[in-house]
C-alpha cells in the first residue's frame, strides 16, 4: 500500500506561521487532512512550473498535474475572468461555447468514442462509469488493481486497494496483481505474461461463479499508484479481451496519464494499442478549474440517458468549458506535447545516469513527463522506501516539489505540469543527483 502523505501535528513543526496555520487547519478541515512533507509548505502563487512559499522562497514543482499547462497560465485564467463576466451556469440551456469545447475535446479521441459526459471531478467521472456499466451488462463485477485509487465516492471507496478506507473491499469486485517486467529478460515476461493472464481468468471466474458477473474493467494505463510497471508484451491486449469475452466494459481512467502526459500520444490507452468503452478524465482538464469528464461512445450514452435524467449543476458550465478550451488551445500553441517528446528523453537519461552511479536505484520507471526512480536494497533487493522518503524530503528542502508511489512507497513520483522548460528539468537533475548522492 502507497501512502505519500500524512496527518502532521502543530507541535512536529518548528516555524511558528506553520503552526498557527495547522492549528487552524485542525480546527476547521480536522486533524486527518493529509499533507505533504515533514515540514508541510505554505503555496501562496506561482507560474509555468513554480509555485512560490508566503516567505518568498520558490520552489520547483515536479509534482502536480493540475496545473498541466503551467501554474495561474493567463491565457487560462483570462478564458474564465472573461466568462464569469459574462455567464456560468450548467448545461440545461443552450450554450455555444460548451459544444465548441467538447467538440475540441473529442475531436482527441478515436472512434467509437464521440461523446462526453461533464463532471466536476475525476471521482464524479469513474463513478459515472461505474454507473453505466453497471446498467449497461445487467452484472455488478468490478476489476481493478491491487494497489489503485479512482475516486471518493461510496462505490470507488469500496474498489479502493492504494490507501486506507475505512469500507471494507466490495464482494463484488476483484483485485488484479498488475505484473511488472522490470529487469526481466524477454523469456521471463513472457512467463510473467502467463501467469498474469491466468490470474486474470481466475479473477474473472471467481466473479461469475459468486453470481456478480462481469461489469467493468476500471484501470489508470500507466499504473500510477502501482508504482509505473513496466508490463509483459501482450498483458493489457489480454486483460481487455478476457473482460469484453465475459461481457464487460472497459474503463481508462487518464486522470494521471492523459492530456499528452506519456508524450507518445493524447491518452495513456493509446500506448496500449486498444480503445476503451469509456475514458475519465479530472485534474488537467481545467488546469486548477474543477472539472472531469466521461468520454463514451454515442451507443452507450443513448442507452444510459433513455434510462436516466442524469445531469449535473456544475459541470459542463460555460466557464468550466472555458477553462477547458484555453488548455487545449495553450497545449497547441505551446505544443507541449512535442516539448515532452524531448524532455522526456533528457529526463530519461538523466535517471540512467543516476542508476548507472548508485546501485540503490534499481530501475528507472514510467514515461514521458511522468517518471521516477525506484529504491532497493543493494544487498537483499528488498524494497528501500527510507531512501526513497528521505530523498522526497532534501529535495524538498532544496526547493524541488516531488513525492512518492508503489505498495512499497520506493518509487519516486516526478510528475511536472507539462510546462516544464529544458531549463526547469535540468535544475531536477541536479538537485535530485545531489539528493540521491548525498545519501
Given amino acids: 500500500m502507497s501512502i505519500t502523505n500524512r496527518s502532521v501535528t502543530p507541535a512536529s513543526v518548528g516555524s511558528p506561521r506553520t503552526r498557527e496555520?495547522?492549528?487552524?487547519?485542525?480546527?476547521?478541515?480536522?486533524?486527518?487532512?493529509?499533507?505533504?512533507?515533514?515540514?508541510?509548505?505554505?503555496?501562496?502563487?506561482?507560474?509555468?512550473?513554480?509555485?512560490?512559499?508566503?516567505?518568498?522562497?520558490?520552489?520547483?514543482d515536479g509534482y502536480n498535474n493540475v496545473p498541466h499547462v503551467g501554474h495561474a497560465h493567463p491565457v487560462v485564467a483570462d478564458a474564465v475572468v472573461t466568462q464569469m463576466h459574462r455567464l456560468a451556469l450548467h448545461?440545461?440551456?443552450?450554450?455555444?461555447?460548451?459544444?465548441?469545447?467538447?467538440?475540441?475535446?473529442?475531436?482527441?479521441?478515436?472512434?467509437?468514442?464521440?461523446?462526453?459526459a461533464f463532471t466536476n471531478s475525476g471521482s464524479e467521472a469513474n463513478e459515472l462509469a461505474l454507473r453505466i456499466a453497471w446498467q449497461h451488462t445487467g452484472s455488478r463485477g468490478v476489476?481493478?488493481?491491487?494497489?489503485?485509487?479512482?475516486?471518493?465516492?461510496?462505490?470507488?471507496?469500496?474498489?479502493?486497494?492504494?490507501?486506507?478506507?475505512?469500507?471494507?473491499?466490495?464482494?463484488?469486485?476483484?483485485a488484479l496483481r498488475?505484473?511488472?517486467?522490470?529487469?526481466?529478460?524477454?523469456?521471463?515476461?513472457?512467463?510473467?505474461?502467463?501467469?498474469?493472464?491466468?490470474?486474470?481468468?481466475?479473477?474473472?471466474?471467481?466473479?461469475?461463479?459468486?453470481?456478480?458477473?462481469?461489469?467493468v474493467l476500471l484501470v489508470d494505463p500507466l499504473f500510477s499508484s502501482e508504482g509505473l510497471n513496466t508490463l509483459p508484451p501482450g498483458y493489457v491486449t489480454g486483460l481487455v479481451q478476457r473482460v469484453r469475452a465475459a461481457g464487460g466494459l472497459v474503463v481508462s481512467d487518464e486522470v494521471q496519464s492523459g492530456f499528452g502526459r506519456t508524450a507518445e500520444s493524447m491518452w495513456g490507452y493509446q500506448n496500449h494499442g486498444i480503445?476503451?468503452?469509456?475514458?475519465?478524465?479530472?485534474?488537467?482538464?481545467?488546469?486548477?478549474?474543477?472539472?472531469?469528464g466521461t468520454v463514451l461512445s454515442d451507443a452507450l450514452l443513448e442507452e444510459f440517458g433513455s434510462r436516466n435524467m442524469y445531469f449535473n449543476t456544475f459541470a459542463g458550465n460555460p466557464v468550466s468549458a472555458a477553462a477547458g478550451r484555453a488548455v487545449l488551445q495553450v497545449m497547441r500553441d505551446e505544443k507541449l506535447v512535442e516539448r515532452a517528446v524531448?524532455?522526456?528523453?533528457?529526463?530519461?537519461?538523466?535517471?540512467?545516469?543516476?542508476?548507472?552511479?548508485?546501485?540503490?536505484?534499481?530501475?528507472?520507471?514510467?514515461?514521458?513527463?511522468?517518471?521516477?526512480?525506484?529504491?532497493?536494497d543493494p544487498g537483499t533487493?528488498?524494497?528501500?522506501?527510507?531512501?526513497?522518503?528521505?530523498?522526497?524530503?532534501?529535495?524538498?528542502?532544496?526547493?524541488?516539489?516531488?513525492?512518492?508511489?508503489?505498495?512499497?512507497?520506493?518509487?519516486?513520483?516526478?510528475?511536472?505540469?507539462?510546462?516544464?522548460?529544458?531549463?526547469?528539468?535540468?535544475?531536477l537533475l541536479e538537485k535530485l543527483t545531489t539528493a540521491v548522492t548525498a545519501r
Fill in 275 to 292: 480503445v476503451p468503452d469509456m475514458v475519465t478524465m479530472g485534474k488537467p482538464m481545467g488546469n486548477g478549474h474543477p472539472l472531469g
Fill in 91 to 116: 448545461t440545461r440551456y443552450l450554450n455555444e461555447h460548451v459544444l465548441d469545447y467538447a467538440e475540441q475535446l473529442l475531436a482527441t479521441f478515436e472512434e467509437p468514442l464521440d461523446r462526453v
Fill in 342 to 376: 524531448d524532455l522526456s528523453e533528457v529526463v530519461g537519461a538523466g535517471f540512467r545516469e543516476l542508476q548507472r552511479v548508485d546501485p540503490r536505484v534499481s530501475a528507472v520507471r514510467g514515461r514521458g513527463l511522468y517518471q521516477g526512480l525506484e529504491f532497493t
Fill in 143 to 174: 476489476l481493478v488493481s491491487d494497489c489503485s485509487y479512482h475516486g471518493t465516492t461510496y462505490s470507488l471507496a469500496r474498489v479502493t486497494t492504494g490507501l486506507v478506507t475505512g469500507e471494507s473491499f466490495a464482494d463484488h469486485a476483484r
Fill in 381 to 427: 533487493g528488498a524494497p528501500d522506501a527510507d531512501t526513497a522518503r528521505t530523498v522526497v524530503e532534501a529535495m524538498r528542502n532544496d526547493g524541488v516539489l516531488i513525492s512518492r508511489i508503489g505498495r512499497n512507497g520506493n518509487v519516486l513520483k516526478i510528475r511536472p505540469p507539462l510546462a516544464i522548460t529544458e531549463d526547469d528539468v535540468q535544475v
Fill in 21 to 60: 496555520l495547522l492549528e487552524r487547519r485542525a480546527r476547521t478541515l480536522g486533524r486527518h487532512s493529509p499533507l505533504f512533507y515533514d515540514e508541510p509548505i505554505e503555496l501562496v502563487a506561482g507560474s509555468g512550473a513554480w509555485v512560490e512559499d508566503s516567505a518568498g522562497r520558490r520552489y520547483l
Fill in 178 to 215: 498488475i505484473p511488472d517486467a522490470t529487469g526481466m529478460s524477454a523469456e521471463q515476461s513472457a512467463e510473467l505474461l502467463v501467469t498474469s493472464l491466468r490470474e486474470v481468468d481466475e479473477a474473472i471466474t471467481s466473479l461469475q461463479e459468486a453470481g456478480h458477473g462481469v461489469a
